[in-house]
């Protein structure tokens, strides 16, 4: 196989590891955070800028992810009521794309 990046060849793992992510099959989250919560630790811990610049990347990333009605909302568990399946994929996905560099 081959290894593409927008069309193009590349096996340059530098550039695949900057401009590509992995979300599981299945969503690795805690459930008894919120949507925000969840996006801004995950913030926290993979980039280095200052807390106003990471709080206004989770807050896009949220925007852009459609889950802005749902931020406050916790995540929940098989034990504890929370966003819906599609919304859980989304946190997930969001989770990851917040610790790419802008």
Do not use: C, W, Y
């Not at 955070?33 to 949220?62: C, G, H, N, W, Y």
């Amino acid at each position: 196989g081959e290894v593409r990046l927008n069309g193009a060849p590349t096996a340059n793992h530098q550039v695949m590891r900057t401009n590509a992510g992995f979300v599981p099959q299945e969503d690795l989250l805690l459930g008894f955070l919120t949507v925000e919560e969840s996006i801004q630790f995950s913030a926290d811990l993979q980039l280095k800028a200052p807390a106003e610049q990471r709080r206004k990347m989770v807050d896009q990333v949220i925007r852009n992810s459609g889950l802005d009605g749902v931020r406050k909302t916790k995540v929940g568990s098989q034990v504890v009521r929370g966003v819906s399946g599609g919304e859980k994929r989304r946190v997930s996905i969001a989770v990851e794309v917040v610790g790419f560099k802008p």
